[in-house]
């Protein structure tokens, strides 16, 4: 994949927002790599759409919204911790403005075709109940929408590698939460576009799969 420089928010901005908010990974010798290839993955799918209204499921510390926000005209987030406003004030400071919310995206407070694009990055496996967020997905997503994830992979090497790297567990992080989350999306959307990192190998040492999808038709 070529590297092309990322708008992240720096470091010293960044709010830990939960156990699983690891913002400061993506500044760490090699691990950062690996983690900002899931950015460059969403970065990908976008390159080429009208700017509009975006909303990131699962925005953390918000590392990612100041790259985002070049692709569009309004940013929106969602997450479940409470830090929405801190997290909104720093990017405020770093010129940044998004419309931050706490709460689920398996129900939503805003209206009906909301989004151009919605986007999720590693996001998924956390939720608590994925055909929910599909449905909310689906509903906010304007016609001719996308909604934009990656998604990690799963094998006993990448858990290895991961622990190795993260001293973190994939399995007591994610449970059994991978493996129902392609099924799931595919039994509501369409692929539109799949990418994944690294771009060639064996299935087993795929890291990220990176989707474009839009919602099936009723």
């Given amino acids: ?13 960044l709010i830990k927002t939960g ?3 690891h913002g400061d ?9 690996i983690m900002k290839a899931r950015f460059r993955l969403i970065i990908r799918m976008l390159a080429k759409k009208s700017k509009g209204h975006l909303l990131e499921i699962g925005y953390g510390s918000g590392v990612f ?4 926000a070049k692709h569009a005209h309004n940013i929106y987030g969602i997450d479940i911790h409470d830090k929405h ?23 939503m407070i805003w209206e009906d075709n909301s989004f ?12 608590s ?21 990656v998604t990690p992979g799963k094998s006993p090497i990448l858990d290895f590698g991961f622990n190795l790297l993260t001293g973190k567990s994939a399995k007591k992080d ?18 539109k576009q799949e990418l994944s990192f690294p771009k060639y190998g064996s299935s087993i040492l795929k890291l990220y799969t990176g989707l474009e999808l839009k919602p099936k038709d009723v």
């Fill in 1 to 13: 994949m070529r590297s092309t420089k990322l708008n992240l928010l720096p470091e010293k901005y």
């Fill in 19 to 21: 156990d699983v908010d």
């Fill in 25 to 33: 990974w993506n500044f760490k010798p090699f691990l950062g790599i």
């Fill in 65 to 68: 919204l100041p790259e985002l």
């Fill in 85 to 107: 406003n801190e997290v909104a004030e720093k990017l405020l400071e770093y010129n940044v403005k998004a419309e931050l919310v706490s709460g689920g995206a398996e129900k």
């Fill in 116 to 127: 151009d694009s919605i986007v999720a990055v590693s996001a998924l496996e956390f939720v």
């Fill in 129 to 149: 109940d994925l055909e929910a967020v599909c449905l909310e997905v689906k509903r906010t997503l304007r016609p001719n929408g996308s909604f934009m994830l």
């Fill in 174 to 191: 994610f449970e059994d939460r991978r493996e129902i989350v392609l099924p799931m999306l595919f039994k509501h959307f369409e692929v």
